[in-house]
């Protein structure tokens, strides 16, 4: 297996709005293995969201290449695409972006409906004690406005984890929660890591980003600097998600 997830070589991405062109992304090249920890950060129109646009296979690079587990992404047809999207990447955004009308278990087992590779009763199950890793067991049949946003959240994560994906993208997480929440997510990312798998975070916010490893910081479509973080916050239980990843831990 390869050790590297993601590899972006000379990438570009040009936004051609007809009057003007707009570069977002600046030749950029970038390797991320399994298993790490990574804030990518920056200001508003810094490129940090165009990237993760690019991450998650939702938009793709005008030049260059992004290869994920070592499939370049520009050479996939539609289908492939999505299949992609849902067993090889899990989605958490900041607006939580669930259907309102469903309860927290029946958000979290949509990804395996489209997956098509379980039955109704080990989707439920499987939803169900997602919801319980992440704190939820007596709510899995509230629906989201019966909810906090905190809890939003952490439904939102349990549903990023239905298939089991290699590959965590984090948009702004924390950014319409309090700090006691941001707290409670942050430290269940930190889980997620431990567990094996590769966290991608898109923050701001440098309190954040402390609870990550490594520090890639854009400015004006470039990346201008990428960091170790040698002291990454601490984290009162990273065993919440413990032989999820097929007992592939990550050790710091």
């Known amino acids: ?19 003007v062109k707009v570069l977002g992304l600046n030749k950029i090249n970038l390797q991320i293995k399994r298993g790490e920890f990574v804030a990518i ?9 165009t990237l993760m ?6 938009d ?9 587990d ?32 469903m309860s927290a278990l029946r958000n979290v087992e949509i990804p395996m409906i489209y997956a098509h590779k379980k039955s109704p009763a080990a989707r439920r199950e499987r ?21 906090s946003g905190g809890q939003r959240q952490r439904v939102a994560i349990a549903r990023a984890l239905t298939n089991e994906p290699p590959l ?6 924390t950014g319409n929660l309090d700090t006691a929440s941001s707290v409670e997510i942050m430290e269940m990312f930190s889980a997620l890591h431990k567990a094996g798998a590769t966290v991608v975070v898109v923050t701001h916010e440098e309190n954040i980003a402390a609870y990550t490893d490594r520090m890639l910081r854009f400015s004006d479509g470039k990346l201008i600097s990428d960091k170790k973080n040698e002291n990454p916050t601490p984290v009162r239980d990273l065993s919440i998600f413990e032989g999820m990843y097929k007992g592939e831990s990550h050790v710091s």
Request: net charge negative; charged share 20%.
């Open 53 to 58: 646009n690019i991450l998650g296979c939702l």
């Open 60 to 68: 793709k690079p005008t030049l260059g290449n992004y290869f994920l």
């Open 41 to 49: 950060m920056g200001q508003s129109g810094s490129g940090k969201s």
């Open 168 to 173: 965590i993208l984090a948009d702004e997480p």
């Open 1 to 19: 297996m390869n050790d590297v997830l993601i590899e972006l070589r000379d990438l570009v991405k040009i936004y051609d709005t007809g009057a």
């Open 127 to 147: 939803a169900a004690m997602l919801l319980e890793k992440v704190g939820l067991s007596g709510r899995i049949h509230h629906q989201p406005n019966e909810m």
């Open 70 to 101: 070592g499939e370049d992404v520009a050479a996939m047809d539609p289908n492939t695409l999505n299949k992609v999207r849902n067993e090889k990447i899990g989605f958490v955004f900041q607006s939580f972006n669930l259907i309102s009308r």
